[in-house]
Structure formats: C-alpha cells, structure tokens
C-alpha cells in the first residue's frame, strides 16, 4: 500500500483533533464528558476521517500543509457524527448491543441516560467543530448542510429507522441497497465530499468524488455483510453473525456469499474505475493514493 | 401587548417553515417522518423563534420584509433543536414523561427507538436548515457556531446531565442556577443572538443581545420551577409538581414562593433596563417593542 504512512499520519492527526475538540472529562459535567471521550477515542479505524483528508489531498492539500487545517475540522466532524450513530445504534430500545470496538458499550460502561446524551452532544459538537473550519466561510457553510443532510432522516437516521423496520421481515436487494445507502453510504459519501468542498473542489470535481463516495460506501457495506456472516467476534470487535440471529436480510442472504462477493467485486471494479477517471482528471498537484488505497481497504478488509 | 399582531403573524410564520422544512410523512421512512412532524409540529408557545424574529427586527428587519428570511432558518432551527431535546429528555431512561404539550409524548405514541431517531434526526435538520439560510455565510456559519454551543455539552445536553445528576441530590443556589444556565438559558440565549448575527450585528450589538437573552432565559427559568409548583396539569399541558415529586432543588424549594417571586420580579427589573439601554443605543429603523413584549411574557406567562 503506497500511502500507508500517510494514512497513520493522518489517522494521529484527527485523533489530535478529537483528543482536543472533546472537552476535557474532569470538566462538569465530568460525567458526560468522560463518557463522550470513551465513545469517540475509542480504538477505530477512522475510515470516515482518513476519506476527507484523502479527498482534500487529491485536491491539493499535501498532508501536514496549512490547507489540511480545515480538513482537520471536517474529519473531526464526520468522525464525531459516525460515533455518536453507534452510540445510539447500540442503546437497548435500539439493536441492544452490549460490544462495540472490543468494549462494552456506553449505556454498559456508563449507563442510558448518558449514552443518549453522549449521542446528542457528539452530534452538536460535529457541527460545531465543522462551522469553526479556516476555509473561506461559504465553503464552511456547504460542508455543514452537506454533513446534515447525511446524517439525517434522508441518510443515516432514515437507513436506522428503515433498518429497524426491516428486521425480521423479508425484504428485497432494492430495500436493502437504499437501506445500506442511507444507513452507511450517505455519511460515507459524505466524509468525501466535504473534503472536496473544503478544498474549492469545482462542481465537477464534487459530482466525480460524490460518485466515488457513494461507491465506496456500497463495498463497504457489502463486506460488513460478509463479514458479519464470515468473521467471528474477536476479529471483528463487534458481535458477529447478528444479521443472521435478528432475522436481517443482507447482501449475503439475498444473493449467498459467493454471490456478495461476486457483487463486491463488481463494485471494486467500477470503484476503480471511477478513481481512474478522477485522477487523469485532475492537475498534476492532486495526490489521489490515498483515496485509491483507502477504496482498497474498504472492499478489502477484514474486520 | 403593543406587537400582539407580529407575534401572532410570527407565530404563524415559524409553522409554516416548520411544515415545509420537515419532510413529508408521506415519504419513506414513513414512521420516522410521521413522528418528527408530530414532535416539531405540534402546539407550544414558540418562544425561541419569536426570541429570534424579534431580535431580527431590533436590528431594523421589519417582519415581512425579504431581510427577514434569512431569520427563518434560525427560528426552524431554534425550535428544532427545541423539540428535539423534549423527545429525548421524555424518553424512560430520562425524566420517563408521558405527557408533553397536553399530549402523549413521541415514545408513548409512537416508540422508543422511534423517539431516539426522531431527536437525533431533528438536531440535524436543524443544522441543515440554518446552513441553508440566505444570508453572508460568515453570518450562517457563525450562527451555526452558536447553535452548536448552545445544544452541546456546555450548553443544553450537559445542563440535562447536570439536572439528572441533580435529582434527588441537595443542590445550592449556585448549582441550580448553573444546571439552568446550560439547560434553557443557553439556547434562548442563542435565539436571541442568532436573530442578530443573521441581521449583521456589530459585535456590542451582540453583546447586548447576548445579556438580554441570558437575563430573559433565567427569568424563564425562575418562573418555570414557580409554575411547576403552582400550577395544575391541565394549565401546563405536562405534569405538573414533578420537580417536588422527583426530589429536585429548584428555585422555589431553595428560595420558597415568595422568595422565588422576588427573585423574578428583580430579574424582570434587570431584563426591562437592558432592554431599554439596548433600544437606545439602535438607530430608528431598529424595533424592540416584540422583543419587550417577549421579556415581559416569558417572566409572567400562565404556563
């Protein structure tokens, strides 16, 4: 992977920003604070982060630059969103989940009144930390209705709400791609775009890493569902094989696993594709490595 | 009341763009679009709203006029983060209240995990909807910062940290009043000064907007914990005597009726002096009856 070390350099650098943003868990509510900070400090992988530093650096803005500072703000951001949705996700009235990234889960560790205030903070904060971006402040203002409307009724809180109503009953591939496309995929899409548009990306730069996003998200959530039914828990950090035991309809039990992972490679496929195409697109000062590896990993991965 | 008439057209405004800014419950997820309309939608005094068209119009942005629609965003966005935070904090694992606006709460009329969607989906409606609003976008971001400091944990969420920390516990004067501060006063505070930024307030304009909304939230607050006490359920349209039932330090309790009254009455005074210093100091296009008219109801309201 040619891009590695920038990766581990970008994964520190919005661990940084998160350790910072958060406030400090001995400031009142000290509670709440702790529990905010053990949501999203957690071990992760930080897709979502590493995708907006990874879209802004094919825009140009070297790692470590002066114009990587407000990509700082919308990888925080989006990483603040992601971690407030598994807090919520994993509350008793919602899947019940007791493990999450290897630990118990916040309304475990701590109890459910705070993980719903843990869920409800992170998201204020999100929105904070973005609109306080250095980017020109009409660019700060698209970032903001772009993570908004991914994180709400039209993205991620709707593929919950239609997630939740889909358990246990049959549903088709059409129901679960816009599910997936809503639960994951817009807030994915997302994290790209945004780093674009921090960036001054042009209308068609936007449309172009839309599109790579937007692919990106659906081979991801095609590999959760082979390796929700494939990987076992320790590897994966988080139960595995719940699909199956809550009666979810998934990628793999509507297509079987060989047929997923025909459709993943597909996807990989037009994924690199689309990748391709934005790179010869672009002036010689845009890096696209790091996206290109990131879009690996995704439909790679294993855990 | 000399701006009965503006409020009333206010009032009616914020509904409108309300109505229009919540998805239909017609679209998918239905259930989830069904219940954020029932939540945001339903009766209730508007305060934060008209908090924010009134300020709008002490800077000279007469009601009706195209420089007031910028204003509608922040109004929506107000009373969304408003409505938000009642889902929520009715929900069991919370105060577990089953009235609210004279009807069953989103968790009893609807369900739990529904209720949790509905807050989540609601706060970031609310981001969007003020993002997107026709202003310079200095001005939009800029009150998306405040939005997002009022809701967060410094603000809103962690005064609902501190308040259940707080129940059934002995608190000082100085707690409570800290708990409401974060609590109510931070987002009738960002009502007030959102309506400024939008309209381009010199930052002393701020300022003296910003004190206003503080001195007027803790005069809500002071008059609230009175009317819990006082009152009945039917005139409340929620549970009436909680505070006393669930053990919780309040004005009342910490400085009697009485006590409490003449707390109000030299807030009130405070408000009204500010007030006047503040509609002194703006130019003649300026209008502060509304927001007069708002202190006054929000110290000596019914309910």
Do not use: N
Request: net charge negative.
């Amino acid at each position: 992977m040619r891009s590695k070390a920038t990766l581990d350099a970008w994964r520190a650098r919005v661990d940084a920003v998160l350790d910072e943003t958060l406030p400090d868990a001995r400031e009142a509510p000290q509670r709440l604070h702790g529990a905010m900070r053990y949501a999203a400090l957690g071990e992760g992988k930080r897709l979502r982060p590493l995708l907006t530093y990874a879209a802004g650096a094919a825009l140009g803005a070297p790692p470590g630059s002066a114009a990587a500072d407000a990509l700082d703000h919308a990888a925080a951001a989006v990483e603040l969103i992601h971690a407030y949705s598994l807090v919520h996700d994993d509350l008793p009235a919602m899947d019940d989940d007791a493990l999450r990234r290897g630990r118990p889960t916040v309304h475990v560790a701590f109890d459910e009144a705070t993980a719903i205030l843990v869920g409800d903070a992170l998201q204020g904060l999100a929105f904070g930390v973005l609109a306080e971006a250095p980017a020109p402040a009409s660019a700060v203002a698209a970032a903001v209705r772009e993570l908004a409307r991914a994180a709400g009724s039209r993205g991620m809180c709707g593929g919950q709400a239609l997630d939740m109503a889909m358990t246990g009953a049959t549903s088709t591939l059409d129901d679960v791609a816009a599910m997936h496309r809503m639960k994951t995929g817009a807030l994915i899409e997302a994290a790209v775009v945004m780093g674009g548009l921090l960036r001054g990306a042009a209308d068609d730069d936007v449309v172009a890493l839309r599109r790579i996003g937007s692919l990106l998200g659906l081979g991801f959530q095609i590999k959760d569902d082979l390796l929700d039914a494939e990987a076992d828990t320790a590897t994966l950090g988080k139960t595995a094989g719940k699909d199956e035991a809550q009666g979810k309809s998934t990628y793999v039990t509507l297509l079987g696993a060989d047929g997923a992972r025909s459709r993943l490679e597909a996807v990989g496929r037009e994924l690199d594709a689309a990748l391709q195409a934005f790179a010869a697109s672009r002036a010689p000062d845009g890096r696209t490595e790091a996206l290109a590896d990131l879009a690996a990993m995704a439909v790679r991965r294993a855990r």
